[in-house]
């Protein structure tokens, strides 16, 4: 069975967190302050703040971006549920703008949709191809929004030769095992704003005036205070021993990853009917997902090639989901109609892309699609 993706951890990885669990010091201390010292430097931001996942780093961002109830914030539907959902949590209406060709977000599309109730535009760096950000930088300024980054698949992509997380005050990045880098679950938010770092700080624990680390190594006795109602979304010191292990070698796994994609890029250039993944001359991509474009000359269907990949030992997935159409969502969302969205989720397949993939396996994925897309 070739599958969809696997992580890339091995027993560097694993020591770390074994070593960590026998420093007695096991919840957000000085190994997640080491991570997101790192994780700064290595994005080229000036802060970065550790969190459970990048569900919880959207939320915060929702928060700290002022984002209340009956606010307006424009996302792509296509996109992971948890984009849209982040929205909810504060109260607001996420507002659905088209995506491209590229399955992110349309800036045109997104500026329509423009009320005075807007408050924010959050874009997505799908499937770890980062958006246009200047053009949604640009918006932003001229509309008077924030611009919140949904760069869970993006760690080590690169937009304009500058990598994602530097280029605005709110990138949302995750660890999840489905990602380039993975702390089992895990999510970081970059910032250059030294208020929405420290308020997000406070927001992960619980609003606490004083964190453990700082309490512990005081020779003072000093008490906290809980300044506003926060949350419990820290990260674990066990995950952030994982995360910068992974995070040195990051880089190399997305050169690893480009390898096999271009490899894809090349054996498959020839099959018609069908529209592959391309990079413009802003970006640099990490390809979190190799994602197959089906146009409706094709002669197979997309769940049809599935079943037929499947059949052969060879996982696969739908492209990127419709956050409209699914249940949580339909019924406020029953004129809603985005026909590129809907079209790119109903004919996009994702096909295995993982480090590391053997010559057998990948040659195996290429001859497989090859003959059942052959005309
Ligand atoms: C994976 C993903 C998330 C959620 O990340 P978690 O760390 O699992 O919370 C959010 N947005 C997008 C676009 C994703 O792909």
Not at 107 to 129: D, P, R
Not at 181 to 205: A, K
Not at 289 to 306: D, P, Q, V, W
Request: hydrophobic share 40%; with cysteine; glycine share 6%.
């Amino acid at each position: 069975m070739i599958p969809i993706a696997k992580p890339y951890l091995n027993t560097d990885d694993a020591q770390a967190a074994y070593d960590t669990i026998l420093t007695g010091w096991i919840t957000q201390g000085p190994r997640v302050l080491e991570f997101e010292e790192k994780f700064a430097k290595y994005v080229g931001s000036k802060h970065a703040v550790a969190v459970s996942n990048c569900t919880t780093a959207l939320h915060l961002a929702m928060l700290v971006a002022g984002i209340k109830e009956g606010d307006e914030v424009i996302c792509p539907s296509m996109s992971y549920i948890a984009t849209a959902n982040s929205i909810k949590y504060v109260g607001a209406i996420p507002v659905f703008a088209e995506v491209g060709e590229d399955y992110n977000i349309d800036a045109k599309h997104a500026e329509s949709l423009i009320t005075n109730k807007t408050k924010a535009i959050l874009i997505v760096h799908q499937i770890g191809f980062p958006a246009d950000i200047d053009a949604f930088k640009a918006l932003c300024t001229k509309h008077n929004l924030v611009l919140i980054e949904d760069a869970a698949c993006a760690a080590g992509s690169s937009y304009k030769g500058k990598k994602i997380g530097s280029h605005s005050d709110l990138v949302c990045f995750s660890f999840h095992p489905r990602k380039v880098i993975s702390t089992g679950d895990g999510g970081m938010i970059t910032t250059n704003n030294p208020e929405y770092d420290h308020r997000l700080r406070l927001l992960r624990q619980h609003g606490m005036s004083v964190n453990d680390r700082v309490r512990h190594n005081s020779s003072k006795v000093i008490f906290e205070d809980h300044l506003e109602v926060g949350y419990n979304y820290r990260m674990t010191d066990i995950q952030a021993a994982v995360g910068i292990k992974q995070l040195e070698k990051l880089d190399w796994i997305v050169e690893e990853r480009r390898k096999i994609a271009m490899y894809y890029l090349d054996k498959l250039k020839d099959i018609p009917n069908i529209r592959l993944p391309k990079e413009n001359e802003h970006i640099h991509t990490n390809f979190q997902s190799f994602c197959i474009y089906l146009k409706s000359a094709c002669k197979i269907s997309r769940n049809e090639l599935m079943q037929k990949l499947l059949d052969d030992g060879i996982a696969s997935r739908r492209g990127v989901m419709c956050t409209h159409r699914e249940t949580a969502y339909k019924n406020e969302c029953k004129d809603l109609q985005l026909p590129i969205s809907e079209n790119l989720q109903d004919n996009s397949i994702v096909i295995p892309l993982y480090i590391p993939m053997s010559t057998e396996e990948i040659n195996e994925v290429v001859s497989k699609l090859t003959f059942y897309l052959a005309e």
